[in-house]
């Protein structure tokens, strides 16, 4: 059975910190990795990787994807307490449907 | 752009009931897809469509129907309403596989079952 495992379930820090959050994920046909970020409402979407070691940026936030390890990580540097959100990755397989299976996604404070 | 929009955004329901959430794109997706969301369990995919005509069941379709009789639209029914079926719905939709898409997500629909 497909899964996606994401670890810290929850993380507590303080502004100007870096943080790095992480995704495992066991997807039958691998086709890519996606990284949503979840404030009040809708999820939006942040980066999705398909080829190993190619670093994705935006401003302060990163993601680069291990596929011999069948892991990604997301880093935040300098947090703001606007990074405070769930962070949600979610792997896809290469099925025509575009179903993506998700972790339990990373809670994220971040403390003035 | 409305992107996906969904109604109601909040709902009471008593065991029993039945009810349909709505979800619409403007974006002409042919992809779309119903997740719900418990805390700490990220999200399920409940059913999902890749076009008109066509639906098919998630990892969690049980109590659960849709339909998608035309490309903006995807509404999913509660038959028979249960405690377990509390939960916030997202519907999202994208527009293709080939190359691949991020789904984009709708606000929710936060749904309890007393």
């Known amino acids: ?112 | 752009n409305a992107g996906v929009t969904q109604t109601p955004k909040f709902r009471i329901l008593k065991i029993g009931q039945s009810m349909t959430l709505q979800c619409t794109q403007d974006m002409n997706h042919n992809y779309m897809y119903w997740y719900r969301q418990d805390p700490g369990m990220g999200l399920k995919l409940i059913y999902y469509s890749v076009g008109a005509g066509i639906t098919d069941k998630g990892e969690v379709p049980n109590g659960y129907n849709v339909s998608r009789s035309t490309t903006e639209d995807f509404p999913l029914r509660l038959e028979l309403a249960a405690p377990s079926q509390t939960s916030v719905y997202f519907c999202a939709s994208s527009y293709s596989t080939i190359p691949d898409q991020p789904q984009h997500f709708g606000d929710g629909t936060r749904l309890s079952i007393l």
């Open chain 1, 1 to 112: 059975e497909d899964k996606v495992v994401q670890s810290p379930l929850s993380l507590v820090v303080h502004e100007g910190d870096t943080v790095t959050l992480n995704c495992s994920y066991e997807v039958t046909n691998f086709r890519s990795l996606l990284w949503y970020k979840q404030e009040k409402k809708a999820p939006t979407f942040l980066f999705m990787l398909t080829s190993s070691g190619i670093e994705k940026k935006s401003g302060r936030l990163s993601s680069i994807l291990d596929k011999k390890e069948l892991s990604s990580i997301l880093n935040i540097t300098a947090t703001q307490t606007g990074d405070s959100a769930i962070y949600l990755c979610a792997g896809r397989g290469s099925s025509n449907t575009g179903k993506l299976i998700f972790g339990q996604g990373t809670t994220l404070q971040v403390k003035p």
